[in-house]
Nanobody
Framework: QLQASGGGLVQAGGSLRLSCAAS????????VAWFRQAPGKEREFVSS????????YTADSVKGRFTISRDSAKNTVYLQMNSLKPEDTAVYYC??????????????WGRGTLVTVSS
């Protein structure tokens, strides 16, 4: 029901935009979030956006570089990633649930997309 895309290989300092398209869900009625999991590490919260789109949370590690947004007409959520660093290398997952935030429970998860940042 959620499908993330847009990952790939990029050099440090570069940019990527991830997309998360929904089917069978109206994303504008959910809070949405991005998480990531690096090799050998636990999954970590990246950013989330509430249902209205008026409030967001962003992890300190990506603050000022990553921006979450949504396009309700396209039923899609985005993660714009700028100034990428090798430590951003991970599989990125999108999720949807009733409430935004790093500790909220997200009911729907998409398959991840791999982002690799080379130094």
């Amino acid at each position: 029901q959620l499908q993330a895309s847009g990952g790939g290989l990029v050099q440090a300092g570069g940019s990527l935009r991830l997309s998360c398209a929904a089917s069978g869900l109206v994303l504008s009625t959910y809070a949405v979030a991005w998480f990531r999991q690096a090799p050998g590490k636990e999954r970590e919260f990246v950013s989330s956006l509430n249902r209205s789109g008026g409030s967001s949370y962003t992890a300190d590690s990506v603050k000022g570089r990553f921006t979450i947004s949504r396009d309700s007409a396209k039923n899609t959520v985005y993660l714009q990633m700028n100034s990428l660093k090798p430590e951003d290398t991970a599989v990125y997952y999108c999720a949807a649930g009733p409430y935004s935030g790093p500790y909220s429970k997200y009911n729907y998860w998409g398959r991840g997309t791999l982002v690799t940042v080379s130094s």
